[in-house]
């Protein structure tokens, strides 16, 4: 019967954590689409922020921003890190492969956060200037890790009987790689790519130093600009109640966008399994 | 045909300059961190991590409270996240069928994605007003005579932290874990359930055992992701370099102090003192990151 009975206790308290995880995300989810829908309108995707103490006003401004920060850093960080998977694919022998491998595993393990102070010591120090750029920089370099080992992992699943085919046709090695071997590798780097979106549209912290922040447009890459995380985290914290409404109206598109992006991802790798 | 082996000599030198720029990014890292660091290594060694006083005005620069801060916190949170993220592992793969899988799936991704922005302002705005009036009283009702738990309740402190901490941790211990116990052959299953065994017992001698090198790494693996974490913490734990036994006391981290005073750091040895926390702040989160990633690599492929 003691046995029983812990077995009983056993899988009561496992089906309990499990409600216990899905509430919280249900709860998350739900509360902030809930304020975030209560808290949002027109003024809020039209217009820049107003001066402190006025109510009203937008936050245009941070999501081109984010928009803009995450575009830049993708332009850098996605052919250069699919071009180093399949480097690091197609000459997996050789021992500098080993070495790019082992630094992008741990580059991928960096606090994000010590990403803003390098990128902020790399760039924002010596041009003297919070930057749009500086802040691309720094999200580029959370991207490069993460999109380089799902391209060699997906160059490295297709079967070499593709790439003997393509070269027996007497078509030359680097054609073969990239039209036919990437070609079928292509919704797997899609998916890579999608999720490393997923994850930098919210990050807030190497922001904070490097694209700083602007109440006002950024006039060219080379100006502090608005994120829409580092807006929310502003408005958050400060003892408006004004801000803190648009706060939740930044998390509601924020989760919005991350959520599709996973979810898309998700049909994705269930479609090319 | 000469021109042939041209290109593809090209093409792989477009190859090896990509890997080479990847590559440099972490060696730049590493020097950049070093040279902006170094005045502070040289003028507080590793006083500086005994030293309990931080107080910019008047250059002093102990970082103790945030090492504590980050311990406490951390450690904290793998406690309350452990045991649910353990469980949840084992009813995907003990338990749930593939449908329910997926499901679960989902919900652990999608948690695994929340920004931490977001974590903090669910925090701030939910959590922190629950912590003050119900829970905190709550727990010192029952708790009160603990050292851990006496004074009065703000909302913004450890505790609070540590709560969000243990939430944000958990999607990356379950799928490990859930990765881990897959592995377990099922021999060993049947082998334990054919003598008789209860599912608990079959877990704890067939699953639980077989994983246990596994579940450490996993762990340590959390206890990283916590010590990195730095949004979300800054924005519930109050920002205090404080220490204190008591749980309900606001606080900082590592992380947090850098997010906090980076921008307002006037003065070359304050900023300098940031570079040095933010370079102790990486090497620990190394220390228990690659080990672990190793070891689970090492596991899942072997059985």
Known sequence: MNRKLKDKIFQFFIYLSVSIVSFVLLFITGYVLYKGFSSINLDFFIRLPKPVGEEGGGMVNAIVGSFMIVGIASLFSIPLSILTGVYLSEYKNEKFANIVRSSLEILSAVPSIIIGVFVYGLVVYPMKRFSLLAGSIALSIIMIPLIARTTEEMVNMVPTTIKEAGLSLGIKNWKVIFYIILNTAKPGVLTGVLLSLARVFGETAPLLFTSFGNRFWHRSILDPAAALPLQIFVYAIAPYDDWNRQAWAGAFILIIIVYILIIVSRRLVLKYK | ?303
């Open chain 2, 1 to 303: 045909m000469t021109n042939k082996d041209y290109s593809n000599k090209i093409f792989k030198f477009i190859l090896k300059i990509s890997a080479i720029i990847s590559f440099s990014i972490l060696v730049l890292l590493f020097v950049v961190l070093l040279k902006h660091s170094y005045l502070a290594i040289k003028t507080f060694k590793l006083k500086f991590f005994i030293d309990t006083t931080w107080d910019p005005v008047f250059e002093k620069f102990g970082a103790l409270p945030f090492v504590y801060g980050t311990l406490l916190t951390s450690f904290l949170a793998l406690i309350i996240s452990a045991p649910i993220s353990i469980s949840v592992a084992l009813f995907l793969s003990e338990f749930a069928n593939r449908r329910l899988k997926e499901f679960l799936g989902v919900i652990i991704s999608l948690l695994a994605a929340i920004p931490s922005v977001i974590y903090g302002l669910v925090g701030i705005f939910v959590l922190a007003p629950l912590m003050r009036e119900y829970i905190g009283p709550g727990i010192q009702k029952i708790f009160g005579f603990l050292p851990f738990f006496q004074g009065s309740v703000y909302g913004l402190d450890y505790f609070t932290a540590s709560i969000v901490l243990s939430i944000m941790i958990t999607p990356t211990i379950t799928s490990i874990s859930t990765e881990l116990f897959d592995a377990v052959p099922k021999s060993l299953r049947e082998a334990s359930l054919a003598l008789g065994a209860t599912k608990w017992e079959m877990i704890k001698i067939s699953v639980l055992k077989t994983a246990k090198v596994g579940i450490i790494a996993a762990l340590l693996l959390g206890l990283g992701r916590a010590i990195g974490e730095t949004m979300a913490v800054t924005m519930v734990i109050g920002n205090v370099p404080n220490i204190s036994l008591y749980l309900f006391s606001s606080g900082a981290t590592l992380a947090s102090v850098i997010a906090n005073e980076f921008t307002e750091a006037t003065g070359d040895l304050y900023l300098s003192s940031l570079y040095y926390i933010g370079l102790v702040l990486l090497l620990v989160t190394l220390a228990l990151n690659l080990p672990s990633k190793i070891l689970i690599k090492y596991l899942v492929k072997t059985k």
